[in-house]
């Protein structure tokens, strides 16, 4: 099966998710699936066999960072193709997409619950980013 894994960082050293990313693909390749990774920071994996896809992104502030990493890897994924797409970022298409960070949406009503200090979090760029890509 080949299979591509998507995250913006691809780290053991990273995170609870790209470690999680980073385990996870190794366990596939020990299982003879052909793994792909789609990532804008990486540490080189232990398998030869886990082949390591750059997506550029721009590093100007975080809403530019998440748009353009899930505008590029749109572009990557659609000359490629895959039996299965595991997404771990904000990013569309996948097959699968797993919600560490749980929905922003609902995130930002828990976080704030007074409605007039929400509206000001909802037009912040960094939030309507991240909710234009949910």
């Known amino acids: 099966m080949k299979i591509a894994l998507i995250r913006k960082d691809y780290l053991h050293s990273g995170g ?5 990313v980073y385990n996870l693909s190794h366990e596939f390749a020990k299982n003879g699936q052909e793994v792909h990774i789609f990532a804008n920071r990486w540490e080189d994996p232990q398998e030869q066999s886990i082949k390591i896809h750059p997506v550029p992104l721009i590093k100007i502030n975080s809403p530019i960072k998440n748009l353009s990493f899930a505008f590029n890897l749109r572009k990557e994924l659609s000359v490629k193709n895959f039996d299965i797409v595991h997404s771990f970022s904000h990013v569309y298409p996948s097959d699968i997409y797993r919600m560490g960070d749980g929905i922003h949406r609902i995130w930002l009503k828990i976080e704030t619950p ?14 309507l980013a991240i909710l234009f890509l949910e």
């Open 16 to 20: 609870g998710a790209e470690r999680y």
């Open 114 to 127: 007074s409605t007039y200090l929400r509206f000001f979090k909802y037009i912040n760029p960094r939030h």
